[in-house]
């Protein structure tokens, strides 16, 4: 009996540490012989290390062993999913404190179901302990903060690592030492404390760590948009400056010229005041004036270029675009257009070419209602289509006011719009909203407070459908709105 009792233990909790490792590197494909090969591994270990310990031990749940055999189960687990992993210890030592916290919280609700005499089986009430134990791990990377892995791993702020790195090692000790033989109930009951302690202290960890990171991806993001727009002004005044040069040149080229015809012009007034004959003479100098006004205007036009948007290639969306440009011009809005990479790859793949047309109509326009609805005297729209971690992306920046919370709360719901008095219908977001499904692409609205830029309309085709908010004043949004379908950052 006590073999299967530690055999049905050992097993769980190797799959409740695997399955730790899996979500915590939120590693989204794992082919169908690494599940086998995993499971299969769990039962052997498990079945190893119950003969082992009835053998040594007498089947008694030792803490040191148990620790050392699910540090060993999860190196091995490491290397079987072939985990390029920097910072193994320390993703082990997470993915053990994880599986013990929710055996922890398993046990409290397996002693109220023992209460209520359903089960009688000492084999089954294990079974029932692990199942429990299995689905609570599962919960909580169901939660929507946590269910994409801990990325928060990889911050450069390593002190900020080392509490979750105590937590977790607390959390451990004092959960193999709890019930081993411990006949002094007042011990049991300080375990029993401190593991409570540390599981809600390493949740809120776990909470406080994945908003430090996003923080930080924020500052990471910040700074590229910086560095592009400080690389778009070098280039803006490197351009100017051979401008100037060029205009300079031909300044030189042609005053020359000028100064000869301007003593013909003199000569030609002293003729007048003589009243000698000068009419052909007067054609000739006419004609040369001519000539020379109609080359100096080539030459520098041809220096002084007009700005013109890229082109996509695409007759209707080039045309689109041109359009909306000149709409915002009318309202003394700067207009541009960053492409980098051809959009014939998202229309093939992501999204039909005519709701990208309808999309890139609404958020334009709806731009520039939100300037003209501002008293910023930057006035200013950019959109840009570009990758990002392989995802394309469609971003659209203003210069406008920002969105109202309630706003936020009820876009995608029904229509809603923070400038309605000047035209704004709500229509365009509900539109794209049902792209969004569609495409399975997601929405990021971003909020600065100290960029050249207020804020920015995100479309990302990343397969989540996800609806995002990051912003400067994500806790005010987070206090007024109450929605999971919202993930505010």
């Excluded at 404190?97 to 009688?120: R, T």
């Excluded at 840009?384 to 920046?397: P, S």
């Excluded at 309605?420 to 495409?439: D, P, V």
């Amino acid at each position: 009996m006590n073999f299967y009792i530690m055999f049905e233990k050992t097993t769980f909790m190797n799959l409740c540490i695997t399955y730790s490792i899996i979500k915590i590197r939120n590693l989204k494909k794992m082919e169908n012989k690494e599940i086998f090969l995993i499971t299969f591994l769990s039962i052997c270990i498990g079945i190893i290390y119950s003969v082992i310990c009835g053998i040594v031990f007498n089947y008694k749940d030792t803490a040191i062993p148990n620790i050392i055999l699910y540090i060993i189960y999860a190196f091995i687990i490491l290397n079987i999913i072939d985990e390029k992993e920097t910072d193994t210890l320390r993703l082990i030592i997470f993915s053990i404190a994880m599986a013990l916290a929710s055996k922890f919280l398993a046990g409290i609700i397996n002693f109220f179901i023992l209460k209520l005499n359903i089960i009688n089986n000492e084999i089954i009430e294990y079974i029932t302990l692990g199942s429990i134990q299995l689905i609570l791990i599962c919960l909580f990377f169901k939660i929507k903060r946590f269910k994409n892995g801990f990325t928060f791993l990889n911050m450069k702020n390593k002190k900020f690592t080392i509490i979750g790195i105590m937590i977790s090692i607390t959390l451990i000790f004092f959960a193999t030492l709890i019930g081993k033989d411990i006949e002094n109930t007042v011990v049991n009951d300080a375990c029993t404390l401190i593991i409570a302690f540390g599981a809600i202290a390493m949740f809120d960890w776990i909470k406080k760590s994945i908003t430090k990171y996003y923080k930080e991806k924020m500052k990471e993001r910040t700074v590229e948009i910086q560095q592009e727009q400080i690389k778009q002004q070098d280039e803006k005044i490197k351009n100017l400056q051979t401008e100037l040069a060029d205009v300079l040149q031909i300044n030189h080229k042609y005053s020359h010229r000028i100064s000869a015809m301007e003593k013909a012009v003199t000569k030609l007034g002293t003729k007048l005041q003589a009243n000698e004959e000068f009419a052909e003479e007067y054609g000739d100098i006419l004609s040369s004036i001519k000539k020379l006004s109609k080359e100096y205007k080539e030459e520098v036009a041809s220096v002084i270029k007009e700005t013109k948007l890229p082109k996509t290639n695409i007759f209707s969306i080039d045309n689109l675009l041109e359009y909306m440009k000149q709409e915002s011009e009318k309202d003394k809005i700067d207009f541009k257009l960053n492409l980098d990479f051809d959009i014939n790859e998202i229309l093939e793949t992501k999204i039909p070419q005519s709701k990208l047309e309808t999309m890139l109509a609404d958020h334009i326009r709806d731009a520039i209602i939100a300037i003209n609805c501002s008293e910023n005297k930057e006035r200013k729209i950019k959109v840009v289509l570009d990758k990002e971690d392989n995802n394309y992306q469609i971003k659209f920046y203003d210069t406008g006011i920002e969105f109202e919370i309630e706003t936020l709360s009820k876009l995608g719901l029904k229509r809603a719009t923070t400038h309605k008095a000047t035209g704004g219908s709500g229509i365009g977001f509900m539109t794209t909203f049902e792209t969004l499904k569609q495409c399975k692409a997601s929405l990021i609205i971003e909020e600065y407070s100290d960029l050249e830029y207020t804020k920015a309309v995100i479309i990302k085709f990343d397969n989540k459908n996800e609806y995002r908010i990051h912003s400067y004043r994500a806790e005010e949004i987070k206090n007024k709105i109450k929605d999971n379908r919202i993930i505010i950052e």
